[in-house]
């Protein structure tokens, strides 16, 4: 339509602006330790790396209070569907990270047991190398969500506003 | 039509169609299983019900209900009992659930606030590591099993290579025995800093896993300097370790006992005398020696029972024999016995790492076999027979002749035990790892029955297992 920009004008883009310096602000993770790369998030948490300094220390056990699910070690068989109960359970908006080698792609255990990728079971939003990762490397990957969040428009996984 | 055998062919359709309709509803009304992405989605209430949360039916087929996992199946109870069925609540506590030090699930059956049975259902980190172990030759082999019990992934290691090095028939240098000797101790301390935090934290001391942390880090930092890695190092490996100590070792370490030593005093400062801590612990998930005995527990949970049995005395390896330390043991075999029979082994472990330090030998921290370790780069220059061994290590492998060997260590939760039969060549025919977590967890219906609900967490972090180990 004539005289209609399609571009977002000020206000929209400044209430996005908002919403999501909110979101990244207090985004309290899911606790979701699996196996080696669980320590090393514990080790991110604990007194060394502080993570609270990004507003993160709240590890909720339950997914209903939960921004953040952070799969931290090698997925089993056994454990995917639970893993997806958990991750449905989370409210919107919810976002997932995939911590380590295992998580990621399987790692090296490429065989029976194993989920080769946890991005078969959920989607996820970013992947941190390592095996496992250090407290570092998880800080640097939750940072660069922050990052992704900021930068990206106010929606849900569905899409929907 | 499809061309599949109907085999359900004479039976008259209006039998099969309700037949099938009456299990279908039995099986829901049991346990509304709703596994997620398979079935439209279902409104909160009906979709997060896990089963099992609800109260007993009275008139339930024992079988099914054990089937769907309503009833716990457990021999431990005697089945005499004349509990009221009526009053029963099924509780599952995990996998995902932060207590349970991982991802073991517990399946509760109470009775009010009292915990009737228990049963641990294991397996959601099975990992299929022994089964892969087959597929990797022996230098690649200690990569694997390091991830087995992560919290000590050094004696994991030192497991693996002993009984690789048993296979072989080899030695190692003095050196390298040392070496093996000051990680694996750090090793324990790191884990039972770990461990004090965790315990702390689920018993509600949540100030223990800031301090437990603390402590911890001064431990990682030296194994990353050492190993590169601050876990999972593959630093101890067939014939000796991966690389010699760090410049400036000697400082790094002292400084850690100074750190870890003060940082375990204040932990005592913090427990000792904590009326709540006590009240949480004494009398807690007691085990007797004879069930230690019975269910295979070894390490701290066995000692803390007074069970005088520590691999480091009964069957020294890496000549650990030679440093003087003491086992300490426990009286009662409660919760609070093992914490201090934990305590007490970092201080020793903390005294043999001292004891390293002094008599380290000088030498080489491999050994010299050169079917075993590959020739120094430079030596591939000048000789033909350095040459060929190189290339015969990196493209096959170490060569281990066929037989069967079990060796086993003391590692922080008991003993680590790695059984291979090899047949020859340079990959492992089968390994299977003893797990001390598997023993633990495998008598936490003795530590938790006729407890109330609460001691079942303080009960747990006291076992101190390692999902991993259990699973493998």
């Known amino acids: 339509m004539a005289g209609i920009s399609s571009e977002p004008g000020f206000l929209l883009t400044t209430v996005e602006k908002g919403v999501n310096w909110a979101r990244t602000r207090s985004m309290w993770p899911a606790s979701f330790g699996l196996a080696c790369c669980a320590i090393e998030m514990m080790g991110t948490g604990a007194a060394h790396n502080d993570l609270a300094r990004f507003g993160m220390e709240v590890f909720r056990a339950s997914p209903r209070q939960a921004d953040l699910m952070i799969v931290a070690g090698r997925v089993s068989q056994k454990m995917a569907p639970v893993l997806r109960q958990v991750y449905d359970q989370m409210a919107e908006p919810k976002w997932v990270l995939s911590m ?43 940072l660069s969500l922050h990052q992704l969040i900021m930068d990206g428009e106010i929606r ?6 | 039509m499809s061309d599949t055998t ?3 062919a004479d039976v008259p359709a209006e039998e099969v169609e309700e037949a099938s309709v009456s299990v279908a509803e039995e099986r829901r009304a049991a346990h509304d299983v709703w596994v997620s992405g398979t079935e439209e989605r279902m409104p909160f209430a009906t979709g997060t019900d896990e089963g099992a949360q609800e109260m007993l039916p009275s008139d339930i087929d ?11 199946d457990d021999d431990y109870v005697d089945e005499d009992d004349d509990h009221d069925f009526g009053d029963r609540q099924i509780i599952n506590m995990g996998p995902q659930h932060p207590s349970t030090h991982g991802v073991l699930r517990l399946q509760m059956e109470l009775e009010g606030e009292t915990v009737v049975r228990v049963k641990p259902i294991i397996g959601y980190l099975h990992t299929g590591m022994e089964k892969t172990a087959e597929t990797l030759n022996y230098a690649q082999g200690a990569t694997n099993v390091t991830r087995m019990d992560y919290l000590s992934p050094f004696h994991n290691e030192l497991a693996y290579s002993l009984t690789v090095e048993q296979l072989l028939g080899i030695d190692v240098p003095p050196r390298a025995n040392a070496i093996r000797v000051l990680m694996t101790e750090l090793n324990r301390v790191s884990s039972h800093l770990l461990w004090a935090a965790t315990q702390g934290m689920d018993i509600g001391a949540l100030s223990m896993m800031i301090y437990g942390w603390r402590e911890r880090e001064t431990c990682l930092d030296f194994f990353e300097k050492t190993t590169g890695l601050r876990m999972n190092h593959n630093y101890i490996r067939v014939g000796g370790v991966a690389a010699d100590l760090p410049d400036g070792w000697r400082d790094d370490v002292a400084s850690l006992i100074t750190t870890v030593s003060r940082g375990v005093d204040e932990y005592e400062q913090l427990l000792n005398e904590n009326p709540i801590f006590l009240d949480r612990t004494m009398g807690v998930g007691v085990i007797t020696p004879k069930e230690v005995e019975q269910f295979g527990i070894t390490g701290p949970m066995a000692r803390a029972s007074g069970v005088n049995w520590d691999l480091r005395k009964e069957m020294p390896y890496c000549g650990i024999d030679q440093y003087e330390f003491d086992v300490p043991l426990g009286k009662y075999g409660d919760v609070h016995d093992r914490y201090e029979v934990r305590i007490a082994e970092i201080r020793e472990s903390l005294k043999i790492v001292e004891q390293v330090m002094d008599s380290m030998p000088s030498g080489d921290y491999r050994t010299e076999d050169r079917k075993v370790t590959p020739p120094p780069r430079k030596r591939i220059d000048e000789s033909m027979e350095a040459l060929i061994h190189h290339f015969k290590l990196f493209t096959e492998g170490i060569a281990v002749p066929p037989g069967t060997a079990y060796q086993a260590v003391e590692g922080p939760r008991g003993e680590i035990g790695c059984m291979m039969i090899s047949k020859g060549g340079s990959r492992p025919w089968r390994m299977h790892w003893r797990a001390p977590s598997f023993a633990a967890v495998q008598a936490l219906p003795v530590m938790m029955t006729d407890s109330l609900v609460a001691d079942v967490v303080a009960s747990l972090a006291s076992a101190d297992p390692v999902l991993g180990d259990v699973d493998r």
């Open chain 2, 6 to 8: 109907d085999l359900t």
């Open chain 1, 100 to 142: 380590g080698a295992c998580a990621s792609t399987g790692g090296m255990f490429n065989n029976y047991a194993l989920v080769q990728g946890v991005d078969e079971v959920v989607p996820v939003d970013m992947y941190v190398p390592g095996c496992p990762p250090g407290p570092q490397s998880l800080m640097h990957g939750i």
């Open chain 1, 156 to 161: 849900n996984s569905t899409g929907v506003l």
């Open chain 2, 62 to 72: 024992p079988a099914l209900a054990i089937q769907e996992g309503i009833e716990v």
